[in-house]
């Protein structure tokens, strides 16, 4: 499936920026499921200097730095990106969560060394034992690692209501489990909190997917939002995706941007910038499905 993806960002301040440097992850990373055709970034101002290369994750990334007065920032991303669909892993099979713990531990293979990094704490994802806790009755002994998870998704699903605006970017993981709402970030950093509490691998991914209107209702420009995920390290199968917000396995629908620890390492745009006192941001993204040839 194809999809084009358009990512606007404005920001406006109370009074001129003199200088700002400034990070943004907005090209849809590649991987074995997923092709970025084409990418533009527009800046406005356009910028004295701008760098592009990849972070430490692998994760595309543009610097920028104004060095001009300014009163404002418009970045605006578009993509086209093309999902390839791919077999839903059979969560029955493969090794059990035992299993998957000790070659996490005793394995010198290369992509299980990589992956141990993603067991550690991370600023939004501190290990817990009540959340460890929490997650105990969804590994059971000796079943499947990836139904275990696959259980732990879908209860974070049931037992959490998603609430637009009940949360801000810092709020702590433990008070979203203690309040039981939040919003998709939220739920990804809880997933993640009670994986890697257990000693799994388990990764923060952000990205897109395509809402549906309501039936006679036509699409409104900027409706869609931006997404987060889990993925986690299960040997045999690589990385497998799990979305605890809409309790389901990501199918092609899903557009992977990044990804990294958690939303600290792949937020869409952040920077460094000198005064503006109060400042105002405003996000719209659409998600448009392309027809296929």
Known sequence: MKYRVTHSTRYEYD?????????????????????????????????????????????????????????????VAESEVEVTPSPVPDVTQGPSWENVLYTLASSRDRGTLAAREFAFESAYVPWSPELAEYARPSFASDQPFLQCVFDLTKRIFHDFKFLAGSTKIDTPVMDVFRSGEGVCQDFAHLQLCCLRSRGFSARYVSGYIATVPPPGQERLAGADASHAWVSVFAPGFDWVDFDPTNGLMPPDSHITLAWGRDYNDVGPAKGILIGGKRHWMDVAVDVVPLETA
Not at 18 to 41: A, D, I, K, Y
Not at 49 to 61: K, M
Request: charged share 15%.
């Open 15 to 75: 009074e001129a920026i003199p200088l700002s440097h400034n990070v943004v992850l907005l090209r849809p990373r590649e991987h074995g499921t997923q092709t970025c055709l084409q990418h533009q970034l527009d800046l406005l101002p356009v910028p004295a200097i701008r760098n592009e290369g990849f972070d430490y994750f692998g994760n595309p990334v543009i610097w920028f730095s104004l060095q001009e007065p300014h009163t404002g920032l418009k970045i």
